[in-house]
Structures are given as C-alpha cells and as structure tokens.
C-alpha cells in the first residue's frame, strides 16, 4: 500500500538552517487547506486504497490549527478511506498548547514528531526557533496527556563552538522525556539559508570534523545502551517505534504527495508539485496539477537503492536486488563492494549488503562507490 504525505509549509519565523520550502505567509492558511482537499480529488485514483500511512510535514503542520487540520484529515478519509496505520503530525513546541492537544484527540493522529533540537537556550536562539528549551518539557507533557503514545523528537549536533559535554546533556536530557522515538542530525550549512550566508561571511565557523564524529559516536553509543535500535542513519526507535512512513521511502514503498513541493513515488516515475505557493494555489484553483514528473530507468533505480536501502540498519536485500534489476546491476554492485567490504565498510552475510558501523561515518562515500 502507498503512504500519504501532505506539506503544510506555514511557519511564524524561518529558522536560519532550514532548506526545506516553507513561507510566513500564514494569512494563505485556509485558502491552502482548500486547495489541498481539491488537490486529492483531482488525484484520487493515485491510490489504489486506503493510504497504509499518514505524515504531515512542513513547515510546520501544527500551524493550522484544530479547524482546518480536521478538515484535511475529513477529506483524506473522504477521497483515500480511513487509514488504520501510522498517522503522524510534525509540530513545534510551542504550538502545543492545552486548546491544541484537546483539538488533536479529536483528530486521527497517533505519532507525533517534534523539533526540540536542543536544550540549550541560547543554542535555540542561534536557531531563531520560537520555543524555549522548558517548552519542549511542557509539550511533551500536555501530548501524553492527550494519549500520545509515540513521539520522536529531533535534536541537532555539531553547533559553533559546541563541546562533548554540551551534546551529551542535550542527549540526557532528551532520554528524561522518554520519547519512543529520536532523530538526530549533524547541523548543516545548506546553500540558501541564512545559517550558509553567516558561513560564508565568517560570522560563524563549522566545528571540527573529528569533533563532530565523536558527537556522532556519543550519540550512537548512548541511545543503544538505553535500549534504543539505531535503525537507519539519523534514527533510533524503542522497539516496535520505528518511523513506519519514513521506512517506506527506504524501502522503495509508492506514496502520494500532496501540496506546494511535495514528492510523489510510483516506483517506477517520480513527481513534484511547484515549490511556490502563490502558484500552487492558482494552478490548483484553476483546476490544473502544478507539477513535472520522470520516468526512472533500471540505473536511475539502482542508485536509487543504494541512496535510501542502505542508510538502513538491514541494508540491501541481495536475493530481492537481483530478482529486480538483474545479474548485470547485481555483478555490478558486488564488484564495486569488494574495496568498501575489505576496508571494513561495508558488510555482507550472503543474504544483504550493510554498512558497518565505520562505514556509517562514510556514508556518503561508500554510496559514491556504488552508484552507476
């Protein structure tokens, strides 16, 4: 079965490393919650049932507000059918507030994915993110009283001048919430973003490479021993708490996506709607689909799956890659795996292809061995 993705790309303040599409322009909300439920019944029959997942993201999908975030879960359950498995909401901690967590037991959603990224205030302010570090203790507190039962927060590493130590209470303080779920994330200097314009104007400095490895190891080395599974690269889940919709774009799953830059996956073309909202919004109000698509070959396909399977802790399954892409991409691949497997990098059990926990800290490069 697809997944369903659905990006509300409303946010009060842009954070300055941010690089995903999203807009201030809150003032468009409703017109775009319009817009939305018209986009699904102009592509109803992309799906063939009931989206198996749900993920709303952004942006900041927590924005919109009870009202017309249950007039979009109204219409998906209109359009698709309701959606017995996975069904998670991303939100910021300061949108949590009583009134909102009593809108959201009203509304489907079962897992929800919040930002802490730190737990140092002036680190947050670095950020420019609205929230403090005691807000993030507080949401967590109010979505357990609404019967959320599974939340990942996300933390970032490796800030200007940031120390071990620094990261390590971040982490503690990260375990005293009990999430179900954790993703963590070298900070990034994305080209675009005010945090890479600061770069560039010497305003900040990147932390050392070694430094930021440790932090990496730190953080593995932590988390499993609370008993948390490092499943793929950035994330760790308690057992049964894996992220199901985000699983599926490793694993090569079709899903919809719906709004301004959203992604779509046939499996065997891709789709992407316009990342502006001013013409998101005409194309869809004039009753036009504001988006390009491709065709994948065999190769496209192939670095596909090196790109996404094996940032997963199963890595690639041989017998499957085989059977899809045939002995040519198959030889191919364990060719180019022999240097990667005798350096430790890569590791193989006769049944699929992984990275090792060195190859983890070169993930990038191991990929870049492999693809065609």
Not at 79 to 103: K, M, Q, S, W
């Amino acid at each position: 079965m697809a997944g369903l993705y659905i990006h509300i790309p409303f946010c009060e303040s842009r954070c300055i490393y941010c690089g995903f599409y999203s807009t201030t322009r809150t003032g468009l909300r409703r017109r775009y919650a319009d817009a939305l439920c018209r986009e699904m019944e102009m592509r109803r029959g992309e799906m063939p049932g009931p989206p198996d997942t749900i993920y709303l993201g952004g942006g900041t999908p927590s924005t919109l507000g009870g009202e017309l975030l249950g007039r979009v879960f109204d219409y998906i359950y209109k359009v698709y059918g309701p959606c017995e498995g996975e069904i998670t909401l991303e939100c910021n901690p300061d949108d949590v507030t009583d009134d909102f967590c009593h809108a959201l037991a009203r509304l489907p959603v079962n897992r929800v994915s919040m930002g802490a990224q730190t737990f140092s205030d002036a680190r947050l302010r670095f950020l420019h993110r609205r929230h403090s570090a005691a807000e993030v203790v507080t949401a967590v507190e109010r979505l357990r009283r609404a019967d959320i039962r599974n939340i990942s927060l996300d933390l970032m590493f490796g800030f200007p001048g940031e120390t071990p130590a620094d990261w390590q209470t971040d982490i503690d303080n990260a375990l005293l919430l009990h999430p179900e779920h954790l993703s963590a994330y070298s900070l990034m200097y994305e080209e675009g973003t005010p945090l890479h314009r600061m770069l560039t104007r010497g305003e900040v400095e990147e932390i050392d490479e070694d430094v930021s490895l440790h932090m990496y190891d730190m953080l593995i080395d932590r988390l499993t021993t609370a008993g948390y599974e490092h499943y793929e690269i950035s994330n760790f889940a308690l057992p049964g708490h894996r992220s199901r919709h985000n699983s599926s774009y490793w694993h090569g799953v079709p899903y919809v996506g719906l709004g301004a830059s959203a992604h779509s996956y046939s499996g065997t073309a891709r789709s992407w709607n316009v990342d502006n909202l001013q013409a998101y919004l005409e194309a869809i109000e004039a009753g036009r689909l504001p988006s390009e698509s491709e065709k994948l070959d065999l190769t496209t396909r192939y670095n596909d799956l090196i790109t996404t399977a094996l940032r997963t802790r199963e890595g690639i399954a041989l017998d499957a890659m085989r059977a899809e892409f045939g002995p040519a991409l198959y030889g191919y691949m364990m060719q180019q795996a022999q240097n990667q497997l005798a350096l430790g990098l890569l590791q193989t059990d006769g049944r699929s292809l992984s990275l090792t926990r060195k190859g983890l800290y070169v993930s990038d490069a191991v990929m870049v061995e492999l693809i065609r």
